[in-house]
């Protein structure tokens, strides 16, 4: 059993940045691929992006490219979302979640890809 805390959300203005954390407690996080995903209000919950176990792999959604980077500091148990150039429609509240097949090559960017969830951490963007 994984449980995953994420932190670092707030309220920022546009072209601002924030960096997202999620810290693992339990066994095996420097074997699962991680993932954020996020929720905004009236919305469905959409993939962001995904780091395989190594660091190796990382994969964006279309919408953040270029301004969003996954990274994860397994010493740490963490795994981190810098976004960058922020937009008023990246407001949303950000989940981590963690796959728990042990070493898969190339993360998933599905929801059902993931076994554990957060519990989200709020970004709002202002204009």
């Known amino acids: 059993q994984v449980q995953l805390v994420e932190s670092g959300g707030g309220l920022v203005q546009a072209g601002g940045s924030l960096r997202l954390s999620c810290a693992a407690s339990g066994r095996g996080f420097s074997t699962y691929a991680m993932g954020w995903f996020r929720q905004a209000p009236r919305k469905e919950r959409e993939f962001v992006a995904a780091?395989?176990?190594?660091?190796?792999?990382?994969y964006y959604a279309d919408s953040v490219k270029g301004r969003f980077t996954i990274s994860r500091d397994n010493a740490k148990n963490t795994v981190y979302l810098q976004m960058n150039s922020l937009k008023p429609e990246d407001t949303a509240v950000y989940y981590c979640?963690?796959?728990?097949?042990?070493?898969?090559?190339?993360?998933?960017?599905?929801?059902?890809?993931?076994?554990?969830w957060g519990q989200g951490t709020q970004v709002t963007v202002s204009s």
């Open positions: 979640a963690a796959d728990r097949r042990i070493y898969t090559k190339i993360p998933g960017t599905e929801e059902r890809s993931y076994d554990y």
């Open positions: 780091i395989n176990w190594s660091g190796g792999s990382t």
